[in-house]
């Protein structure tokens, strides 16, 4: 009897279970809701930012929400916040005057309730001035010359973010005038603007026109002013160094340099260099002589051997065609070397105004120091050097015979030779001369001739000087190539010399270093 009227109180229980989950959420809710039932406005979507000008415009995608009343449009910068109510139709809003920096926005949808949505969020950030996109325009001038009432400059390459360049400047007179860029004519080109004011106070500005990314807006970007100052490749000065001993050290010897530069009427170049575009800024120059002082025993020389333009040779061919023009500065070019165009120096092709002067012979007045002359050392040899090698042959270095060759064994890491010659008695001599190995039957030997020398000499064994007007000279290296290391000042009294060499590499990564002679000459 127990038992049964405990099952019948069980069912009883669960049918007052069944009947309480069947009480709507909705309405447990709503016990403890206050005034009545929560209800959620919908909320605003797409939020997006474009950046314009010194402003910021937001968009966005309204609900299909007919209680939506306002929309409210919050900022955040710097810790500092705002808020603006727009009507409840509004997708969009623009905040101006705005400085460099990343501003948060939070936009919501508001019923006449004042209940709020969820917040979308986004963040933007408009161009300014100091934003760091504003150094991507171009200048639209990449290098610029000022000779003879004309400017002369190198265009660079059509940006599409430019949406217009102009220059302004002064012509003779003194009035302003401007050179409009056209497309595509007046990029990537070498233009020239007759009549333009020598005067260096009277300034040339570059006027730019930009569109910035993702941006509607144009902008007018600060005129920049082109500086008159030479600016010089550091080729070019290492090359005038060189050969003429002036230089940009020192704020005095770049006076002096400068100098230099705008008066000389000749120049000679030889070796490799970055650009022969410099030679606008000499601008009373009249002749360029190159090759004159690469110096061939043998006219069997390849396209290795000769001098090259480093980077964009077309420019430099521009320049020299445009320097050559008679109301420029008529300049003239003499070549020395080959003839051929693979292998003339620097060139890829005869100009007209260049004119072919032959082999640079090495001139007939030296006189060369015998070995004789020299001091032995203990050992015999008449140089001293730290390195030790059995294949070394130091009178094949100082015979004055570019058929015998000094060469070292082949090593596996570069080796660097200090050499010490001495004179029995001290002499007055004009330079060193150094020659290259004339005959190669070894295929390897080319790699292993020597780029560099440094060369010092001294009266007294304790105060050195160098050779040149560099402590490091270049060489040629075509086969059988002499390189003539002049005193700058005629001669010197000398009693030793140094000399520092370095091996040279071949494919396989062998080391050593081959040279036909060392001499010195009266």
């Excluded at 490749?233 to 060189?242: E, K, P, Y």
């Excluded at 570019?402 to 200090?418: D, K, N």
Aim: net charge negative; hydrophobic share 35%.
């Amino acid at each position: 009897m127990n038992k049964r009227k405990y099952i019948i109180n069980l069912l009883l229980a669960m049918v007052a279970l069944l009947a309480g989950c069947n009480e709507s959420l909705e309405d447990t809710y709503s016990d403890y809701a206050g005034d009545g039932k929560i209800r959620y406005v919908a909320k605003c979507s797409d939020l997006d930012v474009v950046p314009g000008w010194e402003r910021l415009m937001l968009s966005w995608v309204n609900g299909t929400d007919a209680t939506i009343d306002k929309i409210k449009v919050a900022w955040m910068f710097e810790g500092q916040r705002d808020s603006v109510y727009l009507p409840g139709t509004a997708t969009s809003y623009e905040l101006t005057n705005l400085v460099d920096g990343t501003y948060q926005f939070y936009v919501s949808a508001v019923d006449k309730f004042g209940n709020e949505s969820l917040v979308e969020t986004y963040s933007g950030r408009p161009y300014t001035r100091d934003h760091e996109l504003m150094r991507s325009f171009s200048r639209g001038i990449l290098k610029s010359f000022f000779v003879n009432g004309k400017m002369i400059f190198f265009s660079d390459q059509y940006s599409a973010n430019i949406v217009e360049i102009k220059l302004q400047y002064k012509n003779s007179g003194g009035e302003t005038k401007y050179y409009e860029f056209e497309n595509p004519s007046s990029y990537d080109a070498l233009i020239t603007i007759d009549d333009v004011s020598m005067n260096p106070a009277d300034s040339v500005y570059i006027l730019r026109k930009g569109k910035l990314e993702n941006s509607p807006d144009t902008v007018v970007l600060d005129p920049v002013t082109i500086n008159r100052k030479k600016n010089f490749s550091a080729g070019f000065v290492h090359a005038i160094t060189a050969r003429y001993g002036y230089s940009t050290e020192t704020q005095e010897k770049e006076d002096a340099f400068l100098e230099f530069i705008e008066n000389v009427e000749e120049l000679e170049l030889d070796y490799s260099i970055e650009s022969l575009e410099d030679v606008l800024f000499c601008s009373n120059l009249k002749k360029l002589v190159v090759g004159k002082n690469r110096h061939f025993v043998s006219k069997q020389v390849n396209s290795q051997d000769k001098s090259l333009i480093l980077k964009s040779p077309e420019k430099s061919y521009a320049i020299l065609e445009k320097a050559a023009e008679a109301d420029v500065l008529g300049l003239k070019v003499d070549y020395y070397g080959h003839n051929t165009v693979s292998t003339m120096h620097y060139f890829n092709k005869v100009y007209p105004f260049m004119t072919y002067m032959g082999y640079s012979a090495v001139p007939d007045d030296l006189e060369i120091i015998p070995a004789s002359a020299l001091k032995e050392n203990e050992n015999g040899d008449k140089v001293y050097c730290d390195v030790d090698d059995v294949y070394m042959d130091w009178d094949a270095l100082v015979d004055g015979n570019v058929a015998t060759a000094w060469s070292t064994s082949t090593q596996q890491e570069m080796r660097t030779y200090e050499m010490y010659m001495e004179l029995k008695e001290t002499t007055s001599i004009r330079g060193i001369k150094v020659t290259q190995i004339q005959t190669a039957s070894d295929r390897s030997a080319r790699y292993f001739m020597p780029e560099m020398i440094v060369a010092q000499t001294s009266a007294d064994g304790a105060v050195w000087k160098d050779v040149t007007f560099l402590e490091t000279n270049e060489l040629g290296r075509a086969l059988g190539e002499a390189t003539l290391l002049k005193m700058p000042e005629g001669s010197r009294d000398v009693r030793y010399v140094r000399l520092t060499l370095r091996d040279g590499v071949d494919l396989s990564g062998n080391w050593a270093c081959r040279l036909g002679d060392i001499v010195l000459y009266k």
